[in-house]
């Protein structure tokens, strides 16, 4: 009789960036990194951050990048949590460069199934939107964060300017802002049941005003949002 596969190694979160400049901030925080590993387009290395143990991936830009990452991340250790990082664009007009914005609920901007009854957003066959874990939603309202904006985030796979912002705008009123794979990553953890949370600071605004600072470094605004999840995670406090 063959033995039974070894069950995965349980971690406290993975934690998904798609650029080198959205995962570095982690690794330049880690007490222990492990070997990077290579999956398809994704790399991924087991890293303890503080108190927490991470699952650390570069998944890819895009949607179909970040869901086959999120796949392969699920199937090679046992996660408490996973959690979307790095930098997005600002969609709601008052949201600034260099907020940082949590995400409440995700949604497709590309999606429009509108003619078969579906909601904008929405993926025949799956929910209108994907929430935000309860309990990780609550920690990441209570992180020390002086410029945090809770709401509505919106993915896909088309960049969103000043040429196209005003019909997003349109069809998603309450998205505080919009990436190209946070909607892929929680949608995939809905599929697996696993508690799931999007951090992003915001690098650029999609639609500026003329008063209003365009751009901030993806290093800096992914800094940022590390320092959020690493809160959420209680990466700095001891295991109770």
Not at 35 to 47: F, I, K, S
Not at 59 to 67: E, K, Q, S, Y
Not at 116 to 143: H, I, K, N, S, W
Request: net charge negative.
């Amino acid at each position: 009789m063959s033995a039974a596969p070894a069950a995965p190694p349980a971690v406290d979160a993975v934690v998904i960036g798609a650029m080198e400049e959205e995962v570095r901030p982690y690794l330049e925080r880690a007490g222990e990194v492990g070997p990077e590993t290579a999956a398809g387009h994704a790399r991924t290395r087991l890293v303890t951050v503080g108190a927490a143990r991470l699952l650390l991936v570069r998944g890819g830009i895009g949607l179909v990048n970040a869901a086959a990452a999120t796949v392969h991340a699920l199937m090679s250790v046992a996660p408490r949590a996973v959690v979307s990082t790095g930098s997005a664009g600002g969609l709601a007009a008052a949201v600034e460069v260099g907020d940082v914005v949590v995400g409440e609920r995700y949604t497709y901007a590309g999606a429009d199934a509108t003619a078969f009854g579906y909601e904008r957003g929405q993926v025949p066959g799956m929910p209108p939107a994907y929430d935000a874990d309860p309990g990780l939603l609550a920690a990441a309202r209570g992180a020390a964060a002086p410029r945090l904006r809770t709401g509505q985030m919106v993915s896909g796979d088309s960049f969103v300017t000043a040429v196209n912002v005003a019909e997003v705008r349109a069809a998603f009123p309450a998205a505080l802002s919009t990436d190209m794979e946070s909607t892929a990553i929680a949608q995939v953890c809905h599929s697996h049941g696993v508690p799931f949370l999007s951090v992003r600071g915001i690098s650029d605004l999609c639609g500026p005003a003329a008063d209003q600072d365009f751009h901030m470094a993806v290093e800096e605004v992914a800094a940022r949002a590390a320092d959020v999840v690493l809160d959420v995670l209680g990466a700095g406090r001891p295991r109770g």
